[in-house]
């Protein structure tokens, strides 16, 4: 039974790293992968920005594209959270697209049963919960589970990681200047573990995450799971 | 500097909150009272089993009482009076505010002393008693100090949250006139007891606000951590109540639920200090006459959208602006409204209508929903800010954010315009991208590209790099 790839319109357009690595390691795994060239974007930003028509289309649309797929895999947990809260409500569809809807994380680790997906990762790392996934997904454990199966990482615990990094969408533009001092005191906590690299289940927060780090010159770098679990 | 504070211009929140940034005393302020707040709360919480199931019985009789207020608040007129108390209906702040000043006025008193009262905070009623030649003294320490300073309350609980010790002494020390008073916590409340003692003994006329109020005993009830609330509900011989209508249930029986909620939530508290119920007037005990104002002021409106009503389940415990993280970096200032954080986000651009300066406190959120976690009576509140900005959107003409949406809307639409969209924004961007990374940042980008880097459209999107495995393959 194929897995349809939800690679989500930001992966797609503007980290495709992410979405190369999330096929890397799920075919590595055994599992096929289809990707369903019609998707375009779930419509999270439309709502959340006070757009619920357009999202209420881009939700009709997200259902037809993926009608027939046991399984909807996607490398970006608020993206996931937007599925699972609200495309049936916004299609007006009782579609169970939202128990067919999967973080990353939780399909290894819910559907697969596997922890240990035979990764091998030299160096340091952190991790970022992001709040969609820890409070929409609540996604608890399984990032760190799948994390400390891999081989060489060093896992080093993030203070205040359940505070927001400050993205929130078009919040990073309207209100920047808050958005920038929240960010500020994530980067500090992670550049405090001392860790090589962020790593995070949400390919959004990664983005604002990367942004302030290379923006104050850090060697820290951000890597979603994927990219850590497909090494 | 307090007048300034109070006179300051009304500005969008993302403004307000840039000069907030740059108080980089009061953001320490704020950040250490909410980490030690919410600590406690998170304490308490653990140390009760049974918090899910009291959460779900808060959330379903606050929202049971909304749904029947219009019966309720007659059971409560019809309770209130039968005990002695007389109830007065105020359609907005103005009607409020002038029964309430006739209501001192009959009196002959020149001054009142006051409980704590975010609805008196929230109409102006001070403002107004001024005017009318009544002097009104907060009673509440924390409000007591934002009334001498000239400032609003910053925190629901904590109205003087933003000030450190050493600036409440250094007010405090002129205010009082007490040049040698003492930086110590002793010292300022030994002073602040001395000046508020006197005006209890003189007060002949007290002006609360409620907590609850129970339909079926005609019951009011105050809770608070000093006695100070205690004194102006029992010494004076009348009373003078303002309540919100939305702050009825139904029985005696729901404050056994609230009243374990609220002090959790709140202070981190099994249970509050003071906890004073009163119904109606009793002979040879407390106020001789009591009064009882139910203001609207836009909470009917509020309730009329099925959407947007579960706001006005909140009992006002804090714990959404103790954890909010936006909150936390701007204080409560950067909020035009008496009630700052989330819980004001969506609860003030309800009453006033969406627009001005109430209509930026919706967006004053990342959507983290570390507020709906921690609300005593489970309003989605994240739910809730997007469906205000919906209310916003509409009210408005569309600015550059709407016309970026739709054009954004319209090359999702389908699969053929969302590639193309792909191609040529790389094609646009080429002059501005080095090293994949955007050099300058157009129009609403602008914010983000201060303090953040952002990669252009990928040289080969996720789908490019799909098709061309699929081909080689």
Redesign the interface.
């Known amino acids: 039974m194929p897995v349809a790839l939800f690679?989500t319109?930001l992966?797609?357009?503007?980290?495709?790293e992410v979405?190369?690595a999330t096929?890397t390691l799920l075919e590595r795994l055994g599992v096929e992968v289809e990707?369903p060239?019609?998707?375009?974007?779930c419509?999270q930003?439309?709502?959340?920005?006070?757009?619920?028509e357009?999202a209420s289309?881009?939700a009709r649309?997200f259902l037809d594209t993926f009608a027939g797929y046991e399984a909807i895999v996607a490398p970006s947990g608020s993206c996931v959270a937007h599925v699972r809260a609200h495309v049936p409500e916004l299609a007006a569809d009782p579609d169970d697209v939202a128990d067919r809807t999967l973080d990353l994380s939780e399909f290894l680790v819910d559907r697969l049963d596997a922890h240990d997906v035979g990764s091998a990762y030299a160096g340091t790392l952190t991790y970022h919960p992001t709040?969609?996934s820890?409070?929409?997904l609540r996604l608890g454990d399984r990032p760190e589970l799948l994390l400390r199966s891999v081989t060489g990482v060093d896992l080093r615990p993030l203070a205040d990681a359940?505070?927001?990094c400050?993205?929130?969408?078009?919040?990073?533009?309207?209100?920047?200047?808050?958005?920038?001092?929240?960010?500020?005191d994530k980067l500090r906590r992670v550049e405090e573990t001392g860790a090589d690299a962020v790593c995070a289940c949400d390919a959004s927060c990664l983005?604002?995450l990367?942004?302030?780090l290379?923006?104050r010159g850090s060697p820290t770098r951000a890597v979603h799971l994927a990219e850590v679990l497909a090494t | 500097m307090s007048a300034a504070a109070r006179d300051a211009p009304r500005l969008p929140f993302e403004q307000s909150a840039r000069a907030a940034l740059e108080d980089a005393t009061m953001r320490a302020n704020v950040l250490r009272a909410t980490t030690t707040i919410r600590a406690r709360r998170a304490a308490a919480v653990a140390d009760t089993p049974d918090w899910p199931e009291l959460r779900a019985a808060g959330e379903a009789l606050r929202q049971r009482a909304l749904l029947r207020l219009d019966e309720l608040l007659v059971r409560l007129e019809a309770a209130v009076t039968a005990a002695g108390g007389v109830v007065h209906w105020a359609r907005d702040a103005a009607e409020a505010n002038a029964l309430v000043v006739g209501l001192v006025s009959a009196t002959g008193e020149r001054s009142v002393v006051k409980v704590k009262s975010l609805t008196t905070d929230e109409i102006g009623l001070n403002d107004a008693l001024a005017a009318a030649g009544i002097e009104p003294i907060e009673t509440d320490l924390a409000e007591r100090i934002v009334q001498l300073a000239g400032e609003r309350p910053s925190h629901l609980l904590v109205p003087s949250l933003h000030r450190g010790r050493p600036e409440i002494a250094e007010l405090l020390r002129e205010a009082l006139d007490e040049p040698g008073l003492a930086d110590d916590a002793v010292s300022l409340l030994a002073a602040a007891r001395r000046h508020l003692r006197d005006a209890f003994l003189r007060a002949r006329v007290a002006v609360s606000g409620a907590n609850f109020a129970v339909a079926e005993t005609g019951t009011v009830g105050v809770v608070e951590s000093e006695g100070n609330g205690r004194m102006c509900t029992t010494l004076p011989e009348t009373l003078v109540t303002v309540m919100g209508i939305e702050k009825v249930v139904e029985e005696w029986d729901d404050l056994g639920v609230l009243l374990q909620l609220l002090p959790r939530s709140a202070t981190g508290e099994r249970m509050n200090p003071y906890t004073s119920l009163w119904t109606g007037v009793s002979p040879g005990d407390g106020p001789r006459a009591f009064h009882l104002v139910l203001v609207d002021a836009g909470r009917t409106r509020v309730l009329a959208d099925p959407d947007g009503r579960p706001a006005l389940r909140c009992i006002r415990c804090s714990a959404c602006v103790n954890v909010c993280p936006v909150y936390r970096q701007t204080g409560g200032h950067a909020y035009d409204t008496v009630y700052a954080g989330p819980i004001g986000a969506i609860l003030q651009p309800q009453l006033s209508g969406e627009r001005g300066t109430a209509a930026s406190l919706p967006y004053a959120s990342s959507l983290c929903g570390a507020c709906a976690d921690v609300c005593p009576v489970g309003i989605d509140i994240p739910r809730i800010l997007v469906h205000e900005r919906a209310k916003v959107v509409k009210a408005a003409r569309p600015g550059l954010e709407g016309r970026a949406l739709r054009m954004l809307g319209r090359a999702f639409s389908t699969s053929e315009r969302y590639e193309r969209a792909q191609r040529t924004a790389r094609a646009l961007q080429r002059p501005a991208v080095r090293d994949d990374r955007l050099r300058w940042f157009p129009g609403p980008l602008a914010g983000w590209g201060r303090s953040r880097t952002l990669p252009g459209v990928a040289p080969q999107t996720f789908r490019e790099w799909w098709e061309a495995r699929d081909r080689g393959a």
């Open positions: 690679v319109c992966v797609d357009t503007l980290s495709p979405g190369r096929v990707f060239r019609a998707q375009t974007c419509g930003l439309h709502l959340n920005a006070g757009y619920p357009m289309a881009l649309r709040c969609h820890l409070r929409i359940t505070e927001c400050g993205f929130g969408g078009t919040f990073a533009l309207r209100n920047a200047d808050v958005s920038t001092a929240m960010l500020s983005l604002h990367r942004g302030g290379e923006r």
